[in-house]
């Protein structure tokens, strides 16, 4: 069928006659020869259909990206590092001293200036995923855009941000320093902590009683594969919502194009290079970062049993957690065979109270009731949804109280303060914003975040002055 077709071509050609001298007719037109991978793969046609794919413009959409791009610089990082660490908590002999293979595998790679480098820009890669992660999830939830039709990546990305505290927490396990130990030993005691099925479930995700001979490569198995796999999973099934569901918009969108379109900068190339220069400035910052300020140097706690394990607090975005269990008495009670102590409450229903109502987010929100065609394909401007922004900055608050909490003893405070604190700084500031976010909504025109068409639409041929936006290289208009 090739070969028909090129004869066909080369017939066409020879059928012109070419005069002697004279310059080719303008209306023959040559075919550009087709490149050696676009006959392969005809990437042509894929360039077509989303070369002009619009990115809205809005400073916060980059913190989605910077979450890719974090994990993107973690699997790079932590590929490296896999390449020298050991995960074997056997003690091996290093200059008359005795170390876990791990603790010693560690030692090995903070001597080397380039994987030290690695060892600590992945460190700081966890910490920006996290930051990127919460900030991301937040901006989704004052604009009040996990509504119809996005609760489905809202969910999904609930799990993302679990499973990116997860490898968190795995990932201190491995250096076997007194910190790691301490810390992973918390962990394990929480697990335990589940009334009937904790043991099992304990000794399964940490291979034994730990510390066992069998929890490092265990722990290592799930921090470096199982996890990455999950997250890659994951992350690639919240893109391919996201771009059969599209982005949502800022509000300006729906004066300058009819509600249907997305109107932003063409992926290519300016929202590609506008990625690339985001992922290089990521990374730069990271090992800048990484050169002048290590993290965890083992150092700082010795191997295991070296005695600075004593009061380990978590990194930020645990310290939620181990405040609210300095929050509670010790107790400990019976059921049907069950025990409920502190650790199960503290440690895992209070988690799992604050993930579940960020889960049911969509479903607990009034406004996202079951209307037909009710989309919501624009930002709200957050001041306009005052309940939702004064739950939120309630709970914000609490978790801030938590903090407070994890420094009980520095700050001298009593669980009985820090329970009074924990009702009434949420209760006064949840209350300041509600009355603070009706002021402003009274104040300004209502705007309507569903793809319902605005009155004031400007025909997108007058959008921008003077031009056509779809005719504007520096702007596209997708479907
Ligand atoms: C590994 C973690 C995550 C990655 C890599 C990621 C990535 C992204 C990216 C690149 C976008 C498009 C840009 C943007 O709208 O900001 C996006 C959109 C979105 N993400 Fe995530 N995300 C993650 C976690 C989360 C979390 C924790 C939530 C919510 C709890 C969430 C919910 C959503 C929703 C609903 C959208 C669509 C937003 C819209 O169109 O307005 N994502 N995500």
């Given at each position: 069928?090739?070969?028909?077709?090129?004869?066909?071509?080369?017939?066409?050609?020879?059928?012109?006659?070419?005069?002697?001298?004279?310059?080719?007719?303008?209306?023959?037109?040559?075919?550009?020869?087709?490149?050696?991978?676009?006959?392969?793969?005809?990437?042509?046609?894929?360039?077509?259909?989303?070369?002009?794919?619009?990115?809205?413009?809005?400073?916060?959409?980059?913190?989605?990206?910077?979450?890719?791009?974090?994990?993107?610089?973690?699997?790079?990082?932590?590929?490296?590092?896999?390449?020298?660490?050991i995960?074997s908590n056997v003690e091996i002999a290093i200059n008359?001293q005795k170390l876990p293979q791990a603790y010693a595998s560690?030692q090995f790679?903070?001597?080397?200036?380039?994987?030290?480098?690695?060892?600590?820009?992945?460190?700081?890669?966890?910490?920006?995923?996290?930051?990127?992660?919460?900030?991301?999830?937040?901006?989704?939830?004052?604009?009040?855009?996990?509504?119809?039709?996005?609760?489905?990546?809202?969910?999904?990305?609930?799990?993302?941000?679990?499973?990116?505290?997860?490898?968190?927490?795995?990932?201190?396990?491995?250096?076997?320093?007194?910190?790691?130990?301490?810390?992973?030993?918390?962990?394990?005691?929480?697990?335990?902590?589940?009334?009937?099925?904790?043991?099992?479930?304990?000794?399964?995700?940490?291979?034994?009683?730990?510390?066992?001979?069998?929890?490092?490569?265990?722990?290592?198995?799930?921090?470096?594969?199982?996890?990455?796999?999950?997250?890659?999973?994951?992350?690639?099934?919240?893109?391919?919502?996201?771009?059969?569901?599209?982005?949502?918009?800022?509000?300006?969108?729906?004066?300058?194009?009819?509600?249907?379109?997305?109107?932003?900068?063409?992926?290519?190339?300016?929202?590609?290079?506008?990625?690339?220069?985001?992922?290089?400035?990521?990374?730069?910052?990271?090992?800048?970062?990484?050169?002048?300020?290590?993290?965890?140097?083992?150092?700082?706690?010795?191997?295991?049993?070296?005695?600075?394990?004593?009061?380990?607090?978590?990194?930020?975005?645990?310290?939620?957690?181990?405040?609210?269990?300095?929050?509670?008495?010790?107790?400990?009670?019976?059921?049907?065979?069950?025990?409920?102590?502190?650790?199960?409450?503290?440690?895992?229903?209070?988690?799992?109270?604050?993930?579940?109502?960020?889960?049911?987010?969509?479903?607990?929100?009034?406004?996202?009731?079951?209307?037909?065609?009710?989309?919501?394909?624009?930002?709200?401007?957050?001041?306009?949804?005052?309940?939702?922004?004064?739950?939120?900055?309630?709970?914000?608050?609490?978790?801030?109280?938590?903090?407070?909490?994890?420094?009980?003893?520095?700050?001298?405070?009593?669980?009985?303060?820090?329970?009074?604190?924990?009702?009434?700084?949420?209760?006064?500031?949840?209350?300041?914003?509600?009355?603070?976010?009706?002021?402003?909504?009274?104040?300004?025109?209502?705007?309507?975040?569903?793809?319902?068409?605005?009155?004031?639409?400007?025909?997108?041929?007058?959008?921008?002055?003077?031009?056509?936006?779809?005719?504007?290289?520096?702007?596209?208009?997708?479907?």
């Amino acid at each position: 069928m090739r070969e028909i077709t090129k004869m066909g071509e080369q017939a066409a050609a020879t059928a012109i006659p070419q005069p002697v001298g004279e310059t080719r007719p303008a209306a023959v037109r040559v075919r550009k020869p087709k490149s050696w991978l676009e006959e392969r793969l005809g990437l042509d046609g894929l360039m077509n259909s989303y070369g002009r794919k619009a990115f809205p413009v809005h400073t916060t959409f980059f913190l989605g990206e910077m979450s890719l791009f974090s994990f993107v610089i973690l699997v790079i990082t932590g590929i490296y590092l896999g390449l020298l660490y050991i995960p074997s908590n056997v003690e091996i002999a290093i200059n008359d001293q005795k170390l876990p293979q791990a603790y010693a595998s560690v030692q090995f790679i903070e001597s080397l200036p380039v994987a030290n480098i690695f060892r600590n820009v992945h460190h700081w890669a966890a910490h920006l995923m996290l930051a990127s992660v919460i900030l991301h999830s937040l901006r989704i939830l004052f604009f009040g855009t996990y509504r119809k039709p996005r609760e489905l990546n809202w969910v999904i990305g609930v799990v993302l941000f679990a499973l990116t505290l997860g490898a968190a927490f795995l990932g201190y396990s491995l250096p076997y320093d007194s910190f790691s130990v301490t810390a992973t030993g918390v962990g394990y005691g929480i697990a335990r902590s589940v009334p009937y099925v904790g043991g099992i479930v304990a000794d399964l995700t940490f291979g034994g009683t730990y510390p066992t001979l069998g929890s490092l490569p265990r722990l290592y198995t799930l921090h470096i594969f199982v996890i990455p796999l999950l997250l890659a999973g994951g992350i690639a099934a919240h893109m391919a919502i996201l771009v059969k569901q599209k982005h949502t918009q800022p509000g300006y969108s729906k004066r300058l194009a009819e509600p249907g379109k997305v109107l932003g900068v063409p992926l290519a190339p300016y929202q590609a290079i506008l990625a690339i220069q985001l992922l290089l400035l990521m990374f730069a910052s990271l090992f800048l970062l990484s050169a002048f300020i290590p993290v965890h140097p083992l150092a700082a706690y010795g191997p295991p049993g070296a005695g600075s394990g004593g009061d380990v607090k978590p990194d930020w975005y645990l310290l939620w957690v181990y405040g609210f269990l300095k929050m509670l008495p010790s107790f400990e009670f019976h059921v049907l065979g069950g025990t409920f102590n502190q650790e199960f409450v503290g440690g895992l229903v209070f988690p799992g109270a604050i993930f579940g109502l960020y889960t049911f987010a969509p479903w607990l929100d009034k406004t996202n009731k079951r209307v037909l065609n009710r989309y919501y394909e624009y930002l709200e401007p957050p001041r306009q949804g005052p309940v939702r922004m004064a739950v939120g900055v309630a709970v914000l608050a609490f978790i801030g109280v938590t903090f407070l909490a994890a420094y009980k003893e520095q700050l001298n405070l009593s669980v009985a303060a820090l329970w009074l604190l924990a009702v009434i700084v949420p209760a006064v500031i949840g209350a300041g914003t509600y009355f603070w976010a009706k002021s402003g909504a009274r104040n300004r025109p209502y705007f309507d975040p569903t793809g319902e068409a605005a009155h004031e639409v400007v025909p997108a041929s007058e959008a921008v002055p003077g031009t056509a936006v779809q005719d504007d290289p520096e702007y596209a208009l997708s479907d």
